[in-house]
């Protein structure tokens, strides 16, 4: 055997289940022998020159130790659907593709007209049900989804939705939302589910909900394709389309649809999320495709709690608490990096992430994030969540900075001194009168 | 459960519930990784003792996002290295590209403890995944195993990444022309 390679030397340094022939020739060859001390010294002194490390141990923990006493316990970790959806650039992706959907899908794409377009989505109209599967790409990038995570979306009339969040090919949780009833979180993981009333649905899933309603319920036209894609080998029209313009300009898009050229059904949908005002990394495609039609969904939109798991539903005033506390956290973070709250008449996630952004080191909190996120939720799909921050600041001790409207009637009044209280309509009126 | 059987995940399920000595067992398990990755941008003992009180706070803070309990240490080395980036010197590391020994002003090492601060201050400047590969081979008792759960590679890539690494230190410290001179 010839003399081993500088690699296979350090290999045979590091790995004592390296080739038997190897320990053998070195065992052998003098040369050989000489050349591996070397390398069996310096581990030995990256050995010794790791020990500082070690030390301190007794007295850093103590120091820990010390410094624990003063914090709250960390709070209970949220299942992992949850975890997911209130990851920070999940949250600002979702509050960004809120705006658009409910821009582009609601208002805007009902006048764009277009024939094959109309033809695919009249049969999508025709549709019972279908399934898709949604991933997340980077907006340049062409070779793969941004992560591991895809979330398989099925749809059945007259508005059923579930959505399995898929990591690796492992369904990690499930969101069921019938139509007219309660809906159902389950967290296949740690077997545990939530019950989710109509008016506690997620951001994301209320806006899923809103593009099936919409595609498949959407009039005819006669936009033209803006070109011919390949997808999955079939030579399919694609349709280019931007928000509040009737056509789009050579390259520009701010959703597309390509539609397959026989069955006339969509194969691929995509949104293009480039909020303005947050930061260019956050530019991010969503993508539908996969589509399968008219599938069985016998039990799919079942909402029974599945079988030895665990019930994690919030009680209602525990959920107010937490959503007081998150928002009250971001309008605290807010006052404290810029000396009041943001003034303007609705709070908008995207721009306030990207103020928050630009601070650089002192990244927000997942609270803050939460509460900011959560209160662009609540304005947007309640005009009963008014905001004052532009006129009300940090001392305006009793003057109602921001409100909603709990499932009882009542209200949640945040004051500008961020102290909460729920109230009646009668007392609010007088409230806001100050 | 005896303690020898309790995992990273039962101590973060501990700590969930509010005992914190369950925390203090996951930093004596972790404190001299996080202590190695802050060191490298930062010599000075008392600042890496700060930023690695900082790391664990951090983590404790924030332990309900993390997603896997049993990754509690790839987790917490993450933390680490964001802490270290936050408080990194405003200055330009020398050029890692294989002459760092040769910038070594003349007379150093001296003795041996100079030469382990010297081996030290090469090992920070490796490539990230390869310092953090080193720092947990050699703060594991050598055990690859443990290496490639914190590094969340395979056995066969971390050793890759080891193999890379300890070139990479023998070409700064001068071992390579050791053994070259040996081949000769």
């Not at chain 1, 599967?133 to 895809?150: E, H, I, R």
């Not at chain 1, 919409?214 to 009039?219: F, I, V």
């Not at chain 1, 971001?330 to 306030?352: M, N, S």
């Not at chain 2, 201050?121 to 080193?134: C, D, K, W, Y």
Request: hydrophobic residues 40%; charged residues 30%; contains cysteine.
């Amino acid at each position: 055997m010839s003399c081993l390679s500088m690699d296979e030397l350090i290999r045979l340094s590091l790995d004592s289940g390296a080739p038997e022939e190897w320990q053998a020739h070195v065992r052998d060859c003098a040369r050989c022998s000489q050349r591996s001390q070397t390398f069996v010294e310096l581990l030995r002194q990256t050995a010794d020159a790791h020990r500082v490390f070690e030390e301190r141990t007794v007295d850093g923990r103590s120091r820990l130790m010390t410094a624990l006493i003063a914090e709250d316990s960390p709070p209970k970790p949220l299942p992992k659907f949850w975890r997911i959806v209130m990851n920070r650039r999940n949250w600002l992706i979702s509050a960004s593709s809120a705006a658009m959907i409910a821009g582009v899908i609601v208002w805007n794409l009902i006048s764009v007209p277009s024939v094959a377009l109309a033809d695919a989505l009249k049969k999508m109209k025709e549709s019972k049900s279908f399934s898709c599967v949604m991933s997340q790409w980077d907006g340049g990038k062409t070779d793969g989804p941004t992560n591991d995570l895809t979330i398989k979306l099925i749809w059945a009339s007259p508005g059923y939705l579930r959505s399995d969040i898929v990591v690796k090919d492992s369904i990690q949780s499930s969101f069921i939302m019938p139509h007219d009833s309660a809906g159902l979180v389950i967290d296949h993981k740690d077997k545990k589910y939530q019950v989710i009333e109509k008016s506690q649905m997620g951001e994301q899933e209320k806006h899923a909900a809103n593009i099936f309603q919409t595609l498949a319920t959407y009039p005819a036209g006669d936009e033209k394709p803006s070109g011919i894609d390949e997808i999955d080998g079939v030579k399919s029209p694609r349709f280019d389309l931007l928000l509040n313009q009737r056509k789009s300009m050579e390259g520009e898009w701010d959703f597309r649809v390509w539609v397959h050229p026989e069955t006339k059904r969509p194969l691929r949908v995509d949104f293009n999320i480039v909020p303005k005002e947050a930061k260019s990394d956050v530019r991010l495609i969503y993508r539908l495709e996969k589509f399968a039609w008219d599938i069985k969904t016998d039990d799919l939109f079942d909402t029974t709690p599945p079988k030895d798991y665990r019930n994690a539903t919030l009680a209602k005033d525990e959920a107010i608490d937490m959503s007081t506390k998150q928002i009250v956290a971001f309008l605290g973070e807010y006052k404290v990096k810029f000396g009041t709250y943001p003034k303007a008449k609705r709070i908008d996630p995207v721009k306030i992430g990207a103020e928050l952004d630009k601070l650089g080191k002192d990244k927000a909190k997942l609270t803050t994030v939460q509460g900011l996120v959560l209160m662009g939720v609540l304005q947007t799909l309640s005009k009963d969540a008014v905001y004052h921050g532009e006129k009300v600041g940090p001392d305006d001790k009793a003057k109602v900075l921001f409100r909603w409207k709990l499932e009882d009637g009542k209200y949640r009044v945040i004051f500008g001194d961020l102290q909460a209280e729920t109230v009646t309509m009668e007392k609010l009126k007088t409230l806001e009168e100050k | 459960m005896n303690s020898a059987d309790e995992t990273d995940a039962d101590r973060v399920a501990k700590t969930l519930r509010g005992d914190r000595e369950a925390f203090a067992r996951l930093y004596d398990r972790y404190a001299k990784i996080v202590r190695a990755i802050v060191f490298a941008t930062d010599h000075n003992r008392d600042a890496c003792e700060d930023r690695t009180q900082e790391s664990f706070l951090r983590a404790y803070r924030q332990l309900n996002t993390l997603n896997d309990p049993a990754k509690f240490g790839a987790w917490v080395a993450g933390i680490a290295r964001q802490v270290a980036r936050e408080h990194a010197r405003v200055r330009r590391p020398p050029s890692l590209n294989g002459s760092v020994a040769a910038q070594t002003p003349p007379g150093l090492p001296v003795d041996k403890e100079d030469e382990l601060d010297h081996l030290r201050g090469l090992v920070s400047q490796l490539p990230e995944e390869e310092r953090i590969a080193v720092h947990a081979f050699f703060l594991n008792e050598q055990d690859v195993t443990s290496t490639s759960a914190l590094l969340n590679r395979s056995r066969s890539g971390t050793y890759a990444i080891l193999q890379r690494a300890i070139k990479r230190l023998a070409q700064w410290f001068g071992a390579q022309d050791r053994s070259e001179d040996a081949k000769r």
